[in-house]
């Protein structure tokens, strides 16, 4: 069984700048999650899909992320413009209901 | 809302020492509870998970975890560590106040082994 996919596994980008994430997720999984993972934190949950709907993005920063997931499948998250403090890793994970959630490798991502 | 403290945000062992890695969780209800690790450069990856079954969880790798209601715990333990368990150990917690397909994680625990 393939696994949760990400891309791209590394980016650098300039302050101000715009910058998207991919992610598909395991086949058959309805729920898909994306995660911010600051060094030296815990991953903290930004938004929470059930299949096509927004189930929780209540610690999403709703005035430069934005994150769409389509036909109920593969999910995009983007920030524009990115800040500092957006250096993290973003990881994406999918569950099928009331299980673990399985996690892809993350993007890391440096602002600079 | 529920939550997770994980006490101790470094532990060094010896190799062939046990591993105890300790986790708190608050819900007035018995949640789900999960540990995940992490090596460097990598995604998070299920050890075990307690789901209201038996209160003794065994995992991948030789870990294990023990559901305790009265003590609001599930820690982490292994009887012997191997060089190759050193990695970042997260616990997690989801249930019927958040919902049970939202995790919750704490802030993690570095376990070093040294020879």
């Known amino acids: 069984e393939a696994g949760v996919a990400q891309s791209p596994r590394y980016k650098i980008i300039e302050k101000r700048q715009s910058v998207a994430f991919w992610c598909n997720p395991i086949?058959?999984?309805?729920?898909l999650y994306w995660y911010q993972q600051i060094l030296g934190q815990g991953p903290k949950l930004l938004i929470q899909?059930?299949?096509?709907?927004?189930?929780?993005d209540s610690q999403l920063p709703k005035d430069r992320f934005s994150a769409e997931r389509l036909k109920g499948v593969d999910s995009t998250l983007k920030i524009q413009p990115a800040k500092l403090e957006d250096s993290a890793v973003y990881l994406c994970?999918?569950?099928?209901?009331?299980?673990?959630?399985?996690f892809g490798q993350g993007t890391r991502l440096t602002v600079v | 809302a529920q939550s997770v403290t994980q006490l101790g945000s470094h532990v060094s062992v010896s190799e062939g020492a046990l591993v105890l890695l300790r986790c708190n969780y608050s819900?007035?209800?018995?949640?789900?509870l999960f540990w995940y690790v992490q090596y460097p450069n990598q995604g998070l990856q299920l050890l075990l998970k307690?789901?209201?079954?038996?209160?003794l969880v065994k995992g991948i790798n030789g870990f294990e975890a023990e559901f305790k209601k009265s003590e609001t715990s599930f820690h982490l333990t292994k009887p012997s560590a191997h060089m190759s368990d050193a990695a970042e150990y997260f616990c997690?917690?989801?249930?019927?106040?958040?919902?049970?397909?939202?995790?919750?994680f704490g802030a993690g625990t570095r376990l070093a082994v040294h020879p």
């Open positions: 994970a999918s569950s099928p209901r009331r299980t673990e959630a399985f």
């Open positions: 086949s058959g999984h309805a729920t």
């Open positions: 899909f059930q299949n096509n709907g927004v189930v929780d």
């Open positions: 819900s007035s209800v018995p949640p789900y």
């Open positions: 307690y789901t209201s079954a038996a209160t």
């Open positions: 997690a917690v989801s249930g019927p106040s958040g919902g049970y397909n939202k995790l919750i």
